[in-house]
């Protein structure tokens, strides 16, 4: 008879334990969600969901711990009594009940289950941002991009005590283009700005992921100069094709510089040194270097903006080179109709005269050629070269005796003279 009471306060304890860890089964579609940081007891959760003002998008879903038909008694907090007022009691049978279109607060839900009851709290809260965002300011140097934003305040109670507490969101900012961040400033100034109108996107967000996205559209005041060069190489009189790739550009202004070793030379001496060889304002110039030597190129371009302009300056990525002149005078050719070396030809290049004479053995000139003012190197070889004929027949096999004088561009005299063998053998 001793053993029953011993075995009833067992049982009544195991009873009561049991009873103790049984809660309400809550859940919710949040964006997402932390615990709360009561100065005391049991901490709940925070369901953080990212709406647009004036948007009630919280909800929570309750279920009963047994899965059985259950009753459900919705609450919100009340800051004024620390107490939770009824708005809502379910008798439909399920074993869950759901709140949709939730404000900010708190919620209790209590489950009855048959003779048993369990109390589950969570707290609600729907964040979000508005943002501005504009272009303040616009200079050849920077752009001045100004926002401002405005959100939601994410406040809870400290149960234990009915005190405000802030939820900490870490609100951060970021302006994005073209895929990359360039900063992480609300408001930032962004130097070196594009040459051409360029979308820019400021992103206001939290550690919960909720965001507002502003676009803003930069409209570009500066220019950027670029151009390319061809040919960049050859002989003299060399004819250079500029073509501007400039971005933005209203005006446009081009500089060819003197030869770089006249130019070295005269400020070694001392001498005040005019760099300029010449200028031009067309977008896509034309310009011909006739001399030898390595000359500089720069582009300005001008971008004008009403009261202001801006302007960028761009050289050539290295120097026009002009080929020095060269003279070479075979000493044999073979006019034989075989396509191989069947003409004199007296290679030149940068030349500004040549004067070819050719004699046979007894001193009778039988070829000539002169030009003062060499325009084309190549035509005028071509122009120049003998075909082994003399009046339109065929000249005898044997030696023959030149005589070349030229003067290149470059000012040097070539001068050279000897005999050539014509041979027809095949």
């Known amino acids: 008879m001793k053993l029953m009471p011993k075995l009833q306060v067992v049982f009544l304890f195991i009873y009561c334990f049991s009873s103790l860890f049984v809660n309400a089964q809550i859940s919710s579609e949040a964006d997402d969600m932390v615990p709360t940081e009561y100065s005391s007891g049991a901490q709940d959760q925070i369901y953080i969901f990212c709406t647009a003002p004036n948007e009630q998008a919280g909800m929570l879903k309750a279920d009963a711990p047994g899965g059985g038909a259950a009753s459900f008694e919705w609450g919100k907090y009340n800051s004024a009594t620390g107490s939770f007022d009824v708005f809502l009691t379910e008798n439909s049978g399920s074993s869950s009940s759901t709140v949709n279109n939730l404000a900010d607060g708190g919620y209790r839900v209590t489950v009855t289950e048959g003779t048993e009851s369990t109390v589950y709290t969570a707290w609600v809260m729907n964040s979000w941002y508005t943002a501005t965002a504009e272009v303040s300011e616009s200079t050849c140097d920077y752009f001045q991009l100004t926002a401002a934003f405005e959100e939601a305040n994410l406040t809870y109670y400290d149960l234990p005590t009915g005190q405000a507490k802030t939820l900490f969101k870490d609100v951060k900012a970021k302006w994005m283009v073209d895929g990359l961040e360039i900063s992480s400033l609300l408001s930032p100034q962004i130097y070196g700005p594009p040459a051409e109108n360029t979308n820019y996107v400021l992103t206001v967000y939290d550690r919960f992921g909720c ?3 502003v676009p803003v559209t930069y409209q570009s005041v500066v220019t950027e100069a670029s151009f390319t060069a061809n040919p960049s190489q050859g002989d003299a009189p060399l004819e250079v094709a500029f073509t501007s790739t400039s971005k933005n550009a209203d005006e446009y202004e081009w500089f060819f510089f003197r030869e770089r070793g006249e130019l070295i030379e005269e400020g070694q001496a001392g001498g005040v040194v005019d760099s300029i060889l010449q200028t031009a304002i067309d977008p896509n110039p034309t310009f011909v270097f006739e001399k030898t030597g390595s000359y500089e190129v720069k582009l300005v371009t001008i971008k004008n903006n009403g009261d202001f302009a801006c302007t960028d300056t761009v050289y050539l990525d290295g120097y026009i080179e002009v080929d020095e002149s060269d003279l070479f005078v075979p000493n044999v050719f073979t006019p034989n109709g075989d396509g191989d070396n069947d003409e ?25 050629w002169k030009s003062s003012n060499i325009r084309n190197s190549e035509e005028a070889q071509k122009e120049a070269v003998w075909d082994g004929r ?6 005898s096999p044997g030696v023959y005796y030149y005589v070349v004088e030229a003067k290149g ?18």
């Open 390 to 395: 003399i009046g339109g027949r065929l000249a």
């Open 409 to 426: 561009r470059d000012g040097k005299a070539h001068n050279d003279h000897g005999f050539v063998h014509l041979f027809r053998e095949k």
């Open 211 to 213: 965001q507002v996205e």
């Open 344 to 368: 004199f030809v007296v290679a030149f290049k940068s030349m500004q005269s040549v004067d070819i004479q050719i004699f046979n053995r007894w001193g009778r000139k039988v070829h000539v």
